[in-house]
């Protein structure tokens, strides 16, 4: 399982999402995942639309994470360059 290894080395899981690939995990566990992020199954349900919904939330976890490094980088060139 791929958040099991994901999990093992990074201490948790919280960080896995954005680096699963969806289309090696089973469809019941895709299922699941959608669910875990509040996500409603896609209508009609197909397995490529779902994997196409989780790929679009692993993609934007991935933008809300480089904007938030983005800011704390610049945060901190500010300190330096006021000492």
């Known amino acids: 399982m791929p958040y099991a290894a994901c999990a093992k080395t990074t201490g948790t899981s919280a960080r896995c999402f954005e680096y699963y690939d969806f289309k090696k995990i089973p469809e019941t566990e ?14 009609p349900y197909s397995h490529e639309a779902l994997i196409e919904m989780l790929e679009t939330k692993q ?16 945060a901190g060139k500010k300190k330096r360059a006021a000492k």
Not at 59 to 74: F, I, L, P, Y
């Open 30 to 43: 895709l299922k699941g995942l959608a669910a875990l992020h509040h996500l409603q199954l896609p209508k």
């Open 59 to 74: 993609v934007s976890k991935r933008a809300k994470k480089t904007k938030k490094a983005s800011k704390k980088s610049a």
